[in-house]
């Protein structure tokens, strides 16, 4: 099993595979009060014959000269902010070399924060999927050791690590075997081992109870679509929090059929779901005293004889009808089912979670999420998102859209003004099921798969991207 501790001794002399060390920009070994002046000055020598770079997640890599490990790997920390520190983590982790046991990391720590932020970019940089591979040693278990780090960082950085990493297993699991029902057991699973509760709603009790959007999408699979209810309640709480997950657990567009290539991805649009249910599940085990529940709107949009047509018309939880013109815009159906059922209970906020418009990355890249809703709590979301160093940026929901989703036939229509604002409009679709519940929306389409190269903590596939947020969202309402 790859772990993470801390040590408090001299890193110089524990033995590993590699040991980590920064470069500071002024050409020295980033200072460690775990590292000696003679250990910083015989690596500085080597690394500055190598010109090493100080730029955040420039990797350089020497033999371990005067040090117990095997080789030392020296990471530009830039400016040796909390993001900088988890890019050098990030990008040093994968230079490490073939399969560590251990790894010490001497980066600069002087913070909690800073601590976190360094075990996050290691043990995430580092994170594979390789549950596919038959080569039985393809997993590569590492001791990773964040010297000079306190007890509590250690801890809460192993809460937010197990959840960025369990979010990235279930996105990566191939849809095959992750699917609405399988989905909804593994929660249940999660969700006991964390004690929380857990309620499922199968197909006959979406039915039943008039959940039409997850049904609709839904009802062109063999496998049956799922509603989950994951209820943290701590005693005392005086917050409670709902968060609503997109749980498409593979998205070929359905009739109205993705070509090919679009599709290749659409494993990662349960992505919402998966970060929900493990924002429940961090938030439990760090025992924040804020009530937190997470909706996983579970369907798989399958294109078949059983599949919704366009222009059927489905009717949401709670009454609204929708003219579905277009069966690949499902996000927007089985989040309207969620949001209606999430804001019943009468939270002071939802938040929902969705990779739900392509038009987010045409506006905004791979890198940065859209985040909309009630101004005060978009704002609240954009700024847990700096504290936290991940990319969202405010966007508007303007009026002028509005008229776009009239349907001629239905109170609405799932597809709105061709013209653009595609993400705008998808927004604009969702308000109209939160009634006066404060609400914030973020669009993490492109951000929630990296089709790319790794990038500081992010390797390739499922990122993880918006757990961070959503967790520093509730820790700041807990203290509010
Ligand atoms: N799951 C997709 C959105 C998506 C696209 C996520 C690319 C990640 C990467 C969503 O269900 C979708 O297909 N949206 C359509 C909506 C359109 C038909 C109004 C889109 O964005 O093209
Ligand atoms: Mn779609
Ligand atoms: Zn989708």
Redesign the pocket.
């Given at each position: 099993m790859t772990s993470l501790t801390t040590a408090q001794e001299s890193v110089a002399s524990i033995d590993a595979d590699a040991l980590i060390v920064g470069w500071a920009a002024d050409g020295s070994v980033a200072a460690h009060p775990l590292l000696s002046d003679e250990a910083r000055e015989a690596i500085a020598a080597g690394a500055a014959a190598l010109d090493a770079s100080s730029k955040a997640g420039k990797v350089t890599v020497l033999p371990g000269v005067g040090v117990a490990a095997r080789r030392v790997v020296v990471v530009g920390v830039g400016d040796a902010t909390t993001e900088d520190l988890r890019t050098a983590a990030g990008e040093a982790s994968r230079a490490v070399g073939k399969k560590p046991a251990a790894v010490v990391v001497a980066l600069p720590v002087e913070s909690d924060e800073a601590a976190v932020a360094v075990a996050q970019g290691a043990l995430l940089g580092a994170y594979a999927f390789t549950d596919y591979k038959s080569d039985e040693d393809a997993a590569t278990d590492t001791a990773w050791t964040v010297a000079g780090a306190s007890d509590a960082a250690i801890a809460r950085a192993q809460i937010l690590i197990a959840a960025a990493a369990g979010i990235r297993d279930l996105v990566n699991t191939p849809p095959l075997d992750l699917f609405p029902g399988s989905f909804a057991e593994i929660a249940q699973q999660l969700g006991a081992a964390a004690g929380v509760e857990v309620k499922v709603w199968e197909a006959q009790d979406l039915a039943n109870e008039g959940f039409g959007g997850i049904l609709g999408v839904g009802m062109g699979s063999s496998r049956l679509p799922r509603l989950v209810r994951v209820g943290y309640a701590p005693e005392g709480a005086t917050q409670t929090v709902a968060l609503v997950g997109?749980g498409?657990t593979f998205?070929t567009g359905g009739i109205s059929l993705k070509p090919s290539k679009s599709m290749e991805t659409?494993k990662s649009?349960m992505t919402g779901a998966a970060t929900v249910l493990h924002a429940v599940i961090a938030a439990a085990r760090a025992e924040l005293p804020v009530a937190v529940t997470a909706w996983l709107c579970l369907a798989e949009?399958m294109p078949s004889a059983t599949a919704q047509r366009p222009s059927d018309v489905i009717r949401i939880y709670g009454g609204k009808t929708v003219e579905v013109l277009n069966t690949?815009a499902?996000?927007r159906l089985v989040m309207a089912d969620g949001l209606v059922k999430a804001c019943e209970e009468d939270p002071d906020v939802v938040l929902d979670v969705a990779?739900?418009t392509g038009a987010q990355g045409a506006a905004l890249g791979t890198r940065t999420s859209g985040v909309m809703g009630t101004e005060a709590i978009r704002d609240e979301v954009v700024a847990a998102a700096g504290e936290a160093d991940e990319l969202m940026w405010p966007m508007p929901l303007p009026e002028h859209l509005r008229a776009g989703i009239d349907s001629k036939v239905a109170d609405l229509q799932n597809m709105g003004d061709p013209q653009g604002g595609g993400m705008l409009t998808a927004g604009i679709f969702l308000r109209e099921f939160v009634g006066d519940t404060p609400w914030g929306h973020l669009d993490i389409a492109r951000p929630a798969y990296n089709e790319g190269k790794p990038w500081a903590e992010n390797v390739a596939g499922a990122t993880g991207h918006s757990l961070r947020t959503l967790f520093r969202f509730l820790e700041n309402r807990a203290q509010a």
């Open positions: 997109k498409i998205d659409m649009d949009n690949d499902e996000g990779t739900l």
